[in-house]
């Protein structure tokens, strides 16, 4: 339950993680979540981070409530997986929609890179196996479908159907 009356929808949605939750964090943005996440992130710092940029806070801070927070997500398990089929089911989220669509050491959008320049910046053997890269704006980090890919794909649909 998100504890607020007021209506969170799952496309809009933009979170704010307290400095418990990295890997919850990183699944997040494997499906495409806007999720900060940093050092700065706790108590304060993330109330008031969270309410100038309107984002929903995800915190393991059962404290952080009588600090009057905007809406939150009070996280109760410490499993990844069971922290992040909760915040999908409060929130609705659909984990494959957006999946890989964003840098998840950044949180930036990614965008895509045209092959022929990425001679250079790829290994030799992804070079010559992938077609579609993209990068992040941000790091510089490129992406590009692989076979960790399918793994990931296939935990996000079992998170689907739990
Ligand atoms: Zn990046």
Same mark, same amino acid.
């Given at each position: %339950?998100?504890? !607020?009356? %007021?209506?969170?929808?799952?496309?809009? =949605?933009? $979170?704010?993680?307290?400095?418990?939750?990295?890997?919850?964090?990183?699944?997040?943005?494997?499906?495409?979540?806007?999720?900060? #996440?940093?050092?700065?992130?706790?108590? #304060?710092?993330?109330?008031?981070?969270? +309410? %100038?940029?309107?984002?929903?806070?995800?915190?393991?801070?059962?404290? &952080?409530?009588?600090?009057?927070?905007?809406? $939150?997500? /009070?996280?109760?398990?410490?499993? #990844?997986?069971?922290?992040?089929?909760?915040?999908?089911?409060?929130?609705?989220?659909?984990? &494959?929609?957006?999946? $890989? !669509? +964003?840098?998840?050491?950044?949180? /930036?959008? &990614?965008?895509?890179?045209?092959?022929?320049?990425?001679?250079?910046? =790829?290994?030799?053997? =992804?070079?010559?196996?992938?077609?579609? $890269?993209?990068?992040?704006?941000?790091?510089?980090?490129? #992406?590009?479908?692989?076979?960790?890919?399918?793994? %990931?794909?296939?935990?996000?649909?079992?998170?689907?159907?739990?």
């Amino acid at each position: %339950m998100i504890e !607020s009356d %007021m209506e969170t929808s799952a496309k809009e =949605v933009k $979170f704010a993680a307290d400095r418990m939750l990295g890997k919850l964090v990183k699944w997040l943005r494997i499906m495409g979540q806007d999720v900060i #996440y940093g050092q700065h992130l706790s108590g #304060y710092g993330l109330i008031r981070t969270a +309410r %100038m940029e309107h984002r929903l806070i995800l915190t393991r801070d059962r404290k &952080l409530k009588k600090k009057q927070p905007p809406d $939150f997500i /009070l996280i109760e398990s410490d499993d #990844y997986r069971a922290q992040l089929r909760q915040v999908i089911q409060t929130c609705g989220l659909a984990p &494959l929609d957006k999946a $890989f !669509s +964003r840098c998840v050491e950044c949180n /930036l959008v &990614l965008r895509p890179r045209p092959k022929a320049a990425l001679e250079k910046a =790829v290994p030799a053997y =992804v070079f010559s196996t992938q077609e579609n $890269f993209s990068g992040c704006p941000g790091c510089g980090r490129i #992406y590009w479908p692989a076979t960790h890919h399918q793994r %990931m794909i296939e935990e996000l649909k079992n998170l689907e159907s739990g």
